[in-house]
């Protein structure tokens, strides 16, 4: 018996991660850091994108990062929209500006974490490590 040769073991999925983000430059550059981080990424452009995303991907999506200033949907739209499909999945929200009354809104629909921008990407890269760590892959 060969004791040499390892059983190659089947490959862990990468933790799927939605990025809701407007500014191009500003999604592409997380898309590729969370990707070198070992996630799988989707980005969306706008909201609508992001909530049709999500709801193609629902139950494998770990994760969603969302601008919360953009034109058309949104921050506080499309959290509104995932959360009635989901009240679990962990909803990062960002901004550069956090006005009271939004801020208000993402709390009432449990976003669980804020990012203020700019941000450095290791800092959102170990916020979306710890809110996928504690959320369960889909079945």
Not at 32 to 45: D, H, N, S, T
Not at 47 to 65: I, P
Not at 102 to 124: C, D, H, I, S
Request: hydrophobic share 40%; proline share 9%.
């Amino acid at each position: 018996m060969n004791t040499d040769s390892a059983t190659p073991t089947p490959a862990q999925p990468r933790p799927l991660i939605l990025i809701v983000e407007d500014e191009a430059p500003v999604r592409e550059l997380l898309s590729a850091y969370l990707e070198f981080r070992g996630y799988e990424v989707i980005a969306a452009e706008d909201g609508l994108r992001g909530v049709a995303a999500f709801k193609e991907r629902r139950g494998a999506v770990r994760a969603v990062l969302t601008d919360t200033m953009m034109p058309g949907m949104d921050g506080v739209a499309v959290v509104r929209a995932i959360r009635e499909m989901d009240q679990r999945v962990p909803i990062i929200s960002a901004s550069g500006c956090p006005d009271p009354g939004t801020v208000g809104q993402l709390k009432a629909l449990n976003v669980t974490a804020f990012l203020r921008k700019p941000y450095l990407a290791t800092e959102m890269g170990n916020l979306v490590d710890a809110v996928t760590h504690d959320y369960p892959p889909a079945p």
